[in-house]
C-alpha cells in the first residue's frame, strides 16, 4: 500500500483535513498545508462560483512562496471536494477550475463519475472517493478513483453505519490502492490507529472546526468543545443522507432530537444546501463522534503539533505493550 506519488515526502502526519461544507476555505487550507496535512475545502463553499478562481490562485500562490522559503519544510498538497450529486448544477464549472490550476488531490462525493476523474488524470492528479459501503467502493473503483475514503460510523457529516474496523478488512480483502480512513478520528493515537487497521491515511474534520481559521461561528466551535460523543444525532432529515450533527444544535432549532422524523431522500438537494427550513449546515452543525477529545480551540497549526506529539507518543507506547506478547518492539520504535 503506497501513497500517491504527490503525498511521498510531503507529510508531516498522514492527515487529510476533511472538506468542511461552509467552513473550509483558504485560511484553513493553506494554515493546513503549512503545518505538514493535507488541507482541503468544498468547492461549493466559494460562493458565487467566480470566487473559486481566486480561491485557488490565492492558495496556489501562498503555498508556493511558502515552499520557496522554506525548502526544508515544503507544504503538504491541497485538495478540493467536488459533489457530484445530479443536483450540483456547478460541477462543470467547477471541474474546469480545479483542473486550470492543476489541484493535486481531488475528493468526490455522492456519486462516481467516470468523466471527472478523468479530467483529474488528464493534468496527473489523483482522485479519491467517499464510500459508506462496500459496494459503492467498488463502483467508485470501477470509474476510475485512484483511492477510498470510507465513511465510517461516527464520521462528522455525511457518515455511513459500518465500524471502522468492518469497512477496512472488507475493503483491503481486494482493494489495495490507498485508503483515507474518517470516523471519530481526533488525536494522533486514533491516527496511528487507523494505520494499524490497514489504512494509509486519517480523514479528519471534526477536530478542525474548532481552530482558529475555521469559518464556523463562534457557538459553534465552543458546543464542540463542550459536547461530547453522546451529543451526536444520527439522522437523513436535513438534506435526505444519513449524517451526524451536534444534539444542542437541533435542539436550538426548535427539533426533537429524540422525535425526528424520516426525509423522503429523493428530495436530496445539494444546491440549496438542504431540504428543511433549518438548513444544514448552516443551522444544524454537522460533527462526528470523536469531540470528547477537543478541549479547546487553538489554531489548526497548533491543532496539528499536538496531534504530532499525541502520534509518536501512541508509537512509543505501541512498542511497549508489544513487548509484553513477542518479546520484540517493532521496527519503528527504534528511530
Known amino acids: 500500500m503506497a501513497l500517491p506519488a504527490v503525498l511521498e515526502n510531503r507529510l508531516r502526519l498522514p492527515v487529510i483535513g476533511s472538506p468542511l461544507f461552509i467552513i473550509s476555505g483558504p485560511e484553513l487550507v493553506i494554515a493546513q498545508c503549512k503545518a505538514g496535512i493535507v488541507g482541503s475545502f468544498p468547492a461549493l463553499n466559494a460562493r458565487p462560483a467566480s470566487l473559486l478562481d481566486e480561491w485557488l490562485g490565492q492558495i496556489t500562490e501562498e503555498l508556493a512562496a511558502w515552499d520557496k522559503a522554506h525548502p526544508e519544510a515544503p507544504s503538504a498538497p491541497f485538495a478540493v471536494n467536488h459533489i457530484v450529486h445530479k443536483t450540483n448544477d456547478r460541477l462543470e464549472h467547477d471541474v474546469e477550475m480545479t483542473t486550470k490550476y492543476k489541484v493535486p488531490i481531488i475528493i468526490t462525493s455522492l456519486g462516481a463519475r467516470e468523466d471527472v476523474n478523468q479530467a483529474v488524470h488528464s493534468y496527473g492528479g489523483v482522485t479519491f472517493h467517499d464510500v459508506i459501503n462496500d459496494t459503492f467502493a467498488r463502483k467508485a473503483v470501477e470509474k476510475g478513483s485512484d483511492g477510498l475514503i470510507p465513511v465510517a460510523a461516527g464520521a462528522g457529516g455525511h457518515a455511513g453505519r459500518l465500524s471502522p474496523?468492518?469497512?477496512?478488512?472488507?475493503?483491503?480483502?481486494?482493494?489495495?490502492?490507498?485508503?483515507?480512513?474518517?470516523?471519530?478520528?481526533?488525536?494522533?493515537?486514533?491516527?496511528?490507529?487507523?494505520?494499524?487497521?490497514?489504512?494509509?491515511?486519517?480523514?479528519?474534520?471534526?477536530?478542525?472546526?474548532?481552530?482558529?481559521?475555521?469559518?464556523?461561528?463562534?457557538?459553534?466551535?465552543?458546543?464542540?468543545?463542550?459536547?461530547?460523543?453522546?451529543?451526536?444525532?444520527?439522522?437523513?432529515?436535513?438534506?435526505?443522507?444519513?449524517?451526524?450533527?451536534?444534539?444542542?444544535?437541533?435542539?436550538?432549532?426548535?427539533?426533537?432530537?429524540?422525535?425526528?422524523?424520516?426525509?423522503?431522500?429523493?428530495?436530496?438537494?445539494?444546491?440549496?444546501?438542504?431540504?428543511?427550513?433549518?438548513?444544514?449546515?448552516?443551522?444544524?452543525?454537522?460533527?462526528?463522534?470523536?469531540?470528547?477529545a477537543i478541549q479547546d480551540i487553538p489554531t489548526a497549526g497548533e491543532r496539528i503539533d499536538r496531534l504530532a506529539a499525541e502520534y509518536e507518543a501512541a508509537k512509543l507506547a505501541l512498542a511497549e505493550k508489544t513487548k509484553l506478547t513477542r518479546g520484540r518492539p517493532l521496527a519503528w520504535a527504534a528511530e
Not at 255 to 265: G, I, K, Q, S, V
Not at 270 to 292: L, P, R, Y
Open 165 to 292: 474496523f468492518a469497512f477496512v478488512q472488507e475493503l483491503r480483502q481486494w482493494f489495495d490502492g490507498p485508503i483515507a480512513l474518517s470516523g471519530a478520528i481526533a488525536n494522533g493515537g486514533a491516527i496511528l490507529a487507523a494505520q494499524a487497521m490497514g489504512a494509509d491515511l486519517a480523514y479528519m474534520g471534526s477536530a478542525f472546526i474548532a481552530t482558529q481559521e475555521a469559518n464556523a461561528a463562534p457557538g459553534y466551535k465552543q458546543m464542540i468543545v463542550d459536547s461530547s460523543g453522546d451529543d451526536i444525532v444520527y439522522t437523513n432529515l436535513f438534506t435526505g443522507v444519513h449524517g451526524n450533527y451536534l444534539r444542542p444544535s437541533i435542539v436550538a432549532a426548535g427539533l426533537d432530537p429524540d422525535n425526528l422524523p424520516e426525509a423522503d431522500p429523493s428530495k436530496m438537494n445539494f444546491g440549496s444546501g438542504g431540504n428543511q427550513k433549518a438548513k444544514a449546515w448552516k443551522d444544524i452543525w454537522g460533527c462526528g463522534q470523536g469531540i470528547g
